[in-house]
C-alpha cells in the first residue's frame, strides 16, 4: 500500500492561490455580505442581495471554471440546491471570473444555482478565501456557522435549517405517519437520509424494544418495518422487541427507503416533465431508476434531448468512478498492495482521503466530489453502475431498461473486478 503521508488528506484536497483578504471571519462572527458585479441563475427581482438574503440560511461556494477540484465539487453543490432550495437554503456559487466564462459551463452541465460573477475579488476578499474550492454557510442570524470544504457542508446547512438528520429518527417520523398526507414528505426525507448499513438492533432498543427479548430466528426486516407502521401498539412493541433481540446491525435502509418511495408514489408523467423542464437530470435518471416509472414517463425521458446530452457527458464518468470505487475495496481499504503501486494511484487519482483516528487505515476516498466511506462503498459502486446504464439508454434516446439494470450493473462490477485483479494482483 502506498505510505499515507503520499495521499492527500482531505483537509489538503483544496487547490492553493494567493490569499485575498486578510482571512476569514471567525465562527459566530456576523459574515460579510454577499456581492457580485453580474448574477447568472437568477431572475430579475430575485438576485441575492443582502436585504434579500436577511433572515435565511445561505450557502456560499467559491469556486472556478479553471480549479478542477472545484468543478467535481459543483455536482454536490447543485445537489445541496436541489435537495434545500424548498426549505429555506438559498445557494450562491461566487467566482471572479467573467460571466460569459460560466455560462456555457452552467448550461453544459445543468446547474441552476445562483451564481455571481465577482471580478474585482471584492467578496472572495471579504471572506479570505485562500483555497479553491472554499464552502461558507451563513446562518438565518446573519453570522458564518461553517467555513471550509464543500464535502462536509450538508451537517451545518441542516443545522441551520433546523431539519432533523438522523436516519432512525426519520425512520421513526416516517412509519409514525404512514397512510396520511405527510408521508410523503417524511419519505422523501429519510430516502436523502438512509444509510446501507444501518443499525437495526439498535435503532429498535432505542425506540423501546427490549434486547433481551425471546426471538426465533432472525426476523425480516422489510416486512417488519412494513407491519409496525400499520400494527396496533402492543403489536408494534412485538415488532421492536424482535427487531431489538435478532435484527442485524447493518441492514440497507436506503434501499428500503427507494423502494418504499417507488412503490407508494411512482414517478408520474407531469413529476418528470417539471424535472426534465428544470433541467434536475440527475433527478430523473435516479426517479427512473427508484420510482416504478410507466412506458410512458420512460418515453417522456428518452424523447429529451438536452437529457440525452446530459447523460452521454456523464454516463461513462460515472461508470469510471464506479471502477474507482472497486479499486478502493479491492486495495485501499483492505490495506493490499497492488502491484505496479504508482500506475495503481495514477489511475485511482483521487483527490483525498479519510483516515482512521490512528491515521493508519484509509477508511475513505473522495470520487467525483464524493466522500466514499469503506463501509458504504458496495452500496456506492452498485448504484454508480446503475445510474450509468440508465444513463447508457438514455443517451441513445431509448427506453431505460430498468428491470435488468440490477444484474447488468452486477455484471460491470465483475468484469471491471477481474480485470483490476489481473492488472494489480490478487
Request: one cysteine or more; glycine letters at 10%; hydrophobic letters at 45%.
Amino acid at each position: 500500500m502506498r505510505p499515507l503521508g503520499a495521499v492527500a488528506a482531505v483537509a489538503a484536497i483544496w487547490v492553493a492561490a494567493s490569499a485575498f483578504g486578510a482571512g476569514p471571519p471567525a465562527i459566530g462572527e456576523a459574515a460579510p455580505p454577499v456581492t457580485a458585479k453580474a448574477w447568472l441563475n437568477a431572475a430579475k427581482g430575485d438576485e441575492p442581495t443582502p436585504e434579500r438574503l436577511k433572515d435565511k440560511v445561505v450557502m456560499i461556494e467559491f469556486w472556478g471554471t479553471w480549479c478542477g477540484p472545484c468543478m467535481r465539487a459543483m455536482p454536490h453543490v447543485q445537489e445541496m440546491h436541489d435537495r434545500y432550495k424548498d426549505r429555506g437554503l438559498r445557494v450562491v456559487a461566487i467566482s471572479y471570473e467573467d460571466a460569459s466564462v460560466m455560462e456555457p459551463v452552467l448550461a453544459k452541465n445543468g446547474w441552476t444555482m445562483t451564481v455571481g460573477s465577482d471580478p474585482d475579488k471584492t467578496c472572495v476578499s471579504a471572506y479570505g478565501v485562500s483555497s479553491w474550492p472554499t464552502t461558507a454557510v451563513i446562518g438565518k442570524d446573519g453570522k458564518l456557522v461553517y467555513f471550509g470544504a464543500p464535502y462536509d457542508v450538508e451537517a451545518a446547512i441542516e443545522k441551520a435549517l433546523g431539519l432533523e438528520s438522523s436516519p432512525g429518527t426519520l425512520l421513526a417520523s416516517y412509519l409514525g405517519v404512514v397512510g396520511k398526507p405527510e408521508a410523503r414528505a417524511a419519505l422523501e426525507r429519510l430516502v436523502e437520509k438512509a444509510v446501507p448499513d444501518f443499525d437495526v438492533r439498535t435503532w429498535a432498543a432505542g425506540a423501546g424494544g427490549s434486547k433481551d427479548a425471546k426471538v426465533a430466528g432472525k426476523p425480516d426486516v422489510a416486512k417488519s418495518l412494513a407491519e409496525h407502521a400499520k400494527a396496533t401498539p402492543e403489536r408494534r412493541t412485538a415488532i421492536l422487541d424482535q427487531l431489538a433481540a435478532g435484527g442485524p446491525e447493518a441492514f440497507d435502509l436506503a434501499a428500503w427507503a427507494r423502494d418504499a418511495m417507488g412503490r407508494d408514489f411512482p414517478i408520474t408523467q407531469k413529476e418528470m416533465e417539471e424535472m426534465l423542464a428544470a433541467k434536475r437530470f440527475d433527478g430523473a435518471v435516479d426517479a427512473i431508476l427508484d420510482r416504478r416509472p410507466s412506458g410512458a414517463v420512460l418515453g417522456t425521458a428518452a424523447k429529451c434531448v438536452p437529457l440525452a446530452v446530459h447523460c452521454t457527458q456523464k454516463g461513462p464518468e460515472l461508470r469510471s468512478f464506479a471502477r474507482k470505487g472497486v479499486m478502493c475495496l479491492l486495495y485501499v481499504f483492505s490495506g493490499k498492495q497492488p502491484r505496479d503501486n504508482e500506475g495503481f494511484w495514477n489511475e485511482l487519482a483521487t483527490s483525498g482521503v479519510a483516515t482512521s483516528q490512528d491515521q493508519k487505515k484509509v477508511v475513505g476516498v473522495l470520487l467525483g466530489g464524493e466522500m466514499v466511506m469503506a463501509t458504504r462503498a458496495d452500496a456506492w459502486i452498485a448504484r454508480q453502475y446503475a445510474r450509468s446504464l440508465v444513463m447508457a439508454d438514455l443517451a441513445q434516446g431509448d427506453k431505460p431498461a430498468v428491470s435488468k439494470v440490477a444484474g447488468e450493473a452486477l455484471k460491470l462490477r465483475e468484469q471491471a473486478t477481474k480485470e483490476l485483479r489481473g492488472k494489480y494482483g490478487e
